[in-house]
């Protein structure tokens, strides 16, 4: 197994991150590494996602977490091994968000396969963690 997690602290409410989350439609609007994201069916777990990164084909993914304004995880499988990318997000004093993005990669091709692909895929965690904090701060707070 492979794993990289990378970390923030938004001084924005983990329900204002989760409502960014939850609108996977809308992700391009704060995920620069994304051309293209369309969910087929509602936010929950077993709904398929495709997504078209920036110059490659499109690929597909399954929802495989949904805990509101906690957790959400999907899995691509991918030439042998399983792609299990997750957003944890952990409420601070506040009104603030302590965000984990973590990739996991598996499977009978991870050992060959996730030191090349690995680096490649979470070379922008960074950059699409502040464009979701950025884009949460923009966004209204959920009704109660």
Do not use: C, K
């Amino acid at each position: 197994m492979w794993t990289y997690e990378y970390a923030a602290e938004a001084d924005v409410a983990p329900d204002r991150i989760w409502a960014v989350l939850a609108d996977i439609d809308g992700w391009t609007a704060w995920d620069t590494s994304m051309e293209a994201i369309a969910i087929h069916g509602p936010f929950a777990v077993g709904t398929e996602i495709s997504m078209t990164p920036a110059g490659q084909d499109p690929i597909r993914s399954t929802i495989v977490a949904v805990v509101p304004n906690e957790r959400y995880a999907d899995e691509t499988q991918f030439g042998g091994v399983t792609l299990h990318f997750s957003h944890t997000l952990h409420g601070l004093p506040g009104s603030r968000t302590r965000i984990v993005h973590r990739l996991d990669i598996t499977g009978p091709g991870a050992t060959e396969l996730a030191p090349e692909l690995g680096p490649a895929i979470t070379e922008d965690f960074p950059e699409a963690m502040a464009g979701l904090i950025a884009q949460a701060g923009r966004t209204r707070a959920p009704a109660r």
